[in-house]
């Protein structure tokens, strides 16, 4: 592991220079607000702007060798490496989009973009692993802060791509190819390890909650810009919201988005807070709010299959909160289990389930049963309850799964949180793999 910077003060400035890191970590988020460029510009068909998308998946949740990288390297070295990544790869993009260059082959933008997107990987998972070790008795709720500011990454790109470069692609395209490896050069040098508190700090609390409520913030504020509110995480997750919104007859998709993106933050940001109360004062696995959501999700999703009139948009807010709590569930979850040694590894490789989760239920179930519910509709787009029913019921049966398996792994791990929080509070090992 990377040696200790000395002094036991929480490295309050590192967590700070950590959000606009994580925000800026955000930047696979922006690949629908020039994928038309890419199209219209470039002359590709439908086929090849999907690929891309794959390729944007891709490069920013394969993770490991950042991982590795975090264990062998100081956190402004892979940061370093995140900012050439962004540099060169949204930099070749930027070339193209613009016409710079002329003719550049299909197989390097392909390229390009993982690279461009990887850089997500390399700033996300630096920050995450160097503030869970600089705060290793507070990791829920640090874990629920930098992914809830995460999750208002795609809300900041799409304010500035609206606002100041005027929904011009090039001009974003070269906003972060510049933007994010300055970002990185100023910030990088704050966030560094530090040797972690011994004992709860009583300033440490409202500390977080203040950091907590400025999070808040942005989404309080009033804007004239609709599409800012589809802001997160999960933009396949987002543009299904949209197709269901329409399948059921919504007017106005925007809304359900932006609902579901709202919803998600808030369970990012509270899932690692109240995990973190109850893990401290009664010793509860984190795990068991994960059965909890999994068996809201799976009422969640037969109130989508049955297309109740008035649930659609109370289940798209109960289906943000749940996803977000699961995510920020996983990550203290896995350190406190696993240990912080290789933390980074265990993080990214999680992180390989959004791809394969996105290709199996999206691409493979979901548009499978969409096509043919098309088809009997003589027509592309499908509309009517029985578009998504199926794929509802099949996901309602994986969340009952889901909680199945969760129960078993409350159960085999609560004797782990016993011996970890026994006293009230996170009894730091010995060991600094822990």
Same mark, same amino acid.
């Given at each position: 592991m990377v040696p200790l910077k000395s002094g036991s003060r929480p490295p309050w400035v590192g967590l700070g220079a950590?959000?606009?890191?994580? &925000?800026?970590?955000?930047? #696979?988020?922006?690949?629908?607000?020039?994928?038309?460029?890419?199209?219209?510009v470039l002359g590709f068909n439908q086929r090849q702007v999907t690929m891309l998308g794959v390729a944007n998946d891709i490069g920013e949740n394969? !993770? *490991?060798? +950042?991982?590795? #990288?975090?264990?062998?390297? @100081?956190?402004?070295?892979?940061l370093l490496v995140g900012a050439f990544a962004s540099f060169f790869g949204y930099g070749v993009?930027?070339?193209?989009?613009?016409?710079t260059v002329e003719s550049l082959p299909y197989w390097l933008l392909w390229l390009a973009l993982c690279v461009a997107t990887n850089s997500s990987a390399w700033l996300g998972t630096a920050v995450l692993v160097t503030n869970m070790r600089n705060f290793p008795i507070s990791r829920g709720t640090v874990a629920g802060i930098l992914k809830g500011y995460g999750g208002l990454s795609a809300a900041v790109y799409t304010e500035i791509f609206s606002m100041l470069l005027h929904n011009s692609s090039s001009k974003l395209l070269l906003f972060l190819s510049l933007g *994010? @490896? *300055?970002?990185?050069?100023?910030?990088?040098? #704050?966030?560094? @390890?530090?040797? @972690?508190?011994?004992?709860?700090?009583?300033?440490?609390h409202s500390h977080f909650v203040f950091i907590q409520a400025a999070s808040v913030c942005p989404w309080v504020v009033p804007s004239h810009d609709n599409s800012v509110g589809v802001s997160e995480v999960d933009m396949l997750l987002a543009e299904g919201e949209g197709a269901i919104g329409i399948a059921q007859g919504a007017h106005d998709t925007t809304i359900l988005l932006s609902l579901f993106s709202f919803c998600n933050f808030v369970g990012r940001l509270s899932g690692g807070a109240v995990s973190e109360h109850f893990v401290r004062t009664k010793t509860i696995p984190r795990t068991i709010w994960m059965t909890f959501t999994q068996i809201i999700m799976i009422i969640t999703y037969l109130l989508f299959a049955s297309a109740l009139d008035g649930t659609l948009y109370i289940a798209t807010a109960v289906l943000g909160i749940c996803y977000g709590v699961q995510f920020s569930i996983m990550v203290p979850t896995a350190s406190e289990l696993f240990g912080l040694k290789n933390f980074g590894i265990f993080f990214n490789f999680m992180s390989l389930g959004n791809p394969l989760g996105a290709l199996l239920f999206s691409s493979l179930l979901t548009g499978y049963l969409y096509d043919n519910e098309a088809a009997k509709q003589h027509g592309?787009?499908?509309? !009517? +309850?029985?578009?998504?029913?199926?794929?509802?019921?099949?996901?309602? !049966?994986?969340?009952?799964v889901g909680t199945?398996?969760?129960?078993?792994?409350?159960?085999? &791990?609560? +004797?782990v949180y016993q011996m970890l929080y026994a006293g009230g509070s996170f009894r730091l090992p010995q060991c600094s793999n822990h």
């Open positions: 950590s959000v606009w890191l994580q &925000i800026a970590s955000g930047n #696979a988020y922006t690949f629908p607000l020039y994928s038309h460029s890419l199209k219209s394969v !993770g *490991i060798v +950042p991982g590795i #990288a975090c264990n062998k390297f @100081p956190p402004w070295v892979v993009l930027w070339l193209a989009v613009s016409r *994010i @490896p *300055i970002l990185c050069i100023v910030m990088m040098y #704050a966030v560094r @390890p530090c040797t @972690p508190a011994s004992g709860e700090d009583s300033a440490e592309i787009s499908c509309l !009517g +309850p029985n578009c998504f029913r199926l794929t509802f019921l099949a996901l309602a !049966g994986v969340c009952a199945v398996l969760s129960l078993v792994l409350t159960r085999r &791990i609560k +004797p």
